[in-house]
């Protein structure tokens, strides 16, 4: 395969006129571009819906931290996530306890709905002190979803 440079000088090259080969046919480079399909300043932590449709995406990454302050954030990558279910997950070690926080969402198109949220509290030492089943909202708040193709 040979490389060919071009000396563009002023002219301007768009990213729809780039293509790449992906099997027998060619597709336009502005489908590698992330896209970003939900976000939110403040976060969300119930049900969340993208402006484009998730099985449009080879993969959905979230961006997320805890419920009631920014102590750790998270992120977590899912391939083909459409049909599937995700659980976003946290933890924190303060010295005397340990924090873990999960939100599991189930992925349907445009709609991610939140089914089940667990918070735990251990102590350092193993034995557990407190545990915390959400009936609404969610133990991470999503601050903002990328698809990527």
């Known amino acids: 395969m040979t490389a060919k440079i071009f000396n563009l000088k002023n002219d301007k090259l768009f990213i729809d006129s780039i293509v790449y080969p992906e099997g027998n046919k060619y597709k336009s480079a502005s489908n590698l571009i992330p896209k970003v399909l939900f976000e939110s300043q403040s976060g969300e932590i119930g049900d969340i819906v993208l402006n484009d449709?998730?099985?449009n995406y080879k993969y959905l990454e979230f961006f997320y931290t805890w419920e009631t302050s920014n102590s750790g954030w998270g992120s977590t990558k899912v391939e083909?996530?459409?049909?599937?279910i995700v659980c976003?997950?946290?933890t924190y070690d303060n010295g005397t306890y340990y924090y873990?926080?999960?939100?599991?969402y189930t992925i349907n198109e445009k709609n991610l709905t939140l089914n089940s949220s667990v918070r735990w509290r251990l102590n350092t030492n193993g034995s557990q002190t407190r545990t915390d089943t959400k009936t609404s909202g969610g133990s991470v708040r999503v601050y903002k979803i990328i698809g990527y193709n």
């Open 88 to 90: 976003l997950d946290l």
């Open 80 to 84: 083909n996530a459409n049909g599937k």
């Open 100 to 104: 873990l926080a999960t939100s599991r």
């Open 53 to 55: 449709s998730a099985a």
